[in-house]
């Protein structure tokens, strides 16, 4: 199983731009990458999935080196709202993947 | 939000004591998962189930037990339980993962259990 590696808080100021990159040395030729989110007291929410170089929808982005080796989200210009806990995991079935500690991203007005 | 239901929402009780937990679904997504949740671990999973009567055991399933006798339906039980399982357990569910994609998880709202 990949295991991923990613900061375990960050702070940041209403408006900014934040990015949160994940290290998976070890993911393996099928597995993607998918990023989540949870607020406090519910259950995760998909965020972003991507294979190689870089994913956009309308809440985040997400980019992938030709290695693969890491990925980074990036959330333009964070509101309050924002802060969650941000998980990386990376697998090719649902059930292969782990969610890890996360990521505590705090936005500050 | 995906149509997904957890029953109690919360929960106490003794150690030694049987625990059921329900997870539902209207969506009628194949798979079905069971997760907890404790400070500094993220989520970690109990047991998932890819049918009918299908399961297989995830990265912490010693002491729990599921089923699943309907699609809508997943059950975990804890046949005796113990102080350390006190937690927040999650059921989230999944459509067959398409070609090139693992598909995404939706979550429902958590179930809190205190074993005392």
């Known amino acids: 199983l990949a295991k991923t590696t990613q900061p375990i808080s960050m702070d940041s100021y209403e408006g900014q731009e934040v990015n949160i990159t994940c290290s998976h040395n070890?993911?393996?030729?099928?597995?993607?990458i998918t990023w989540y989110q949870q607020f406090p007291s519910q259950g995760p929410r998909f965020i972003i999935q991507g294979y190689k170089t870089k994913v956009t929808n309308e809440v985040a982005s997400l980019f992938i080196p030709a290695d693969r080796k890491s990925s980074t989200l990036s959330l333009p210009r964070v509101s309050l709202s924002d802060t969650a806990v941000y998980y990386c995991?990376?697998?090719?079935?649902?059930?292969?993947?782990?969610f890890g500690a996360g990521t505590r991203l705090t936005v500050k007005p | 939000d995906a149509g997904i239901t957890q029953s109690p929402r919360h929960k106490v009780t003794e150690t030694g004591t049987p625990v059921t937990l329900r997870c539902h679904q209207t969506e009628n997504h194949r798979y079905m998962y069971w997760y907890r949740q404790d400070p500094g671990h993220g989520l970690r999973l109990i047991h998932y189930?890819?049918?009918?009567?299908?399961?297989d055991k995830g990265e912490v399933s010693d002491g729990y037990s599921v089923s699943r006798s309907k699609t809508e339906d997943f059950l975990l039980t804890l046949e005796s339980a113990t102080s350390s399982q006190t937690s927040v357990y999650f059921c989230a569910i999944s459509e067959i993962p398409g070609q090139g994609s693992t598909d995404t998880q939706y979550f429902g709202p958590g179930t809190r259990l205190t074993v005392l």
């Open positions: 189930s890819y049918g009918v009567k299908d399961t």
């Open positions: 070890n993911i393996a030729t099928n597995d993607y």
């Open positions: 995991l990376v697998g090719d079935y649902n059930n292969d993947m782990r």
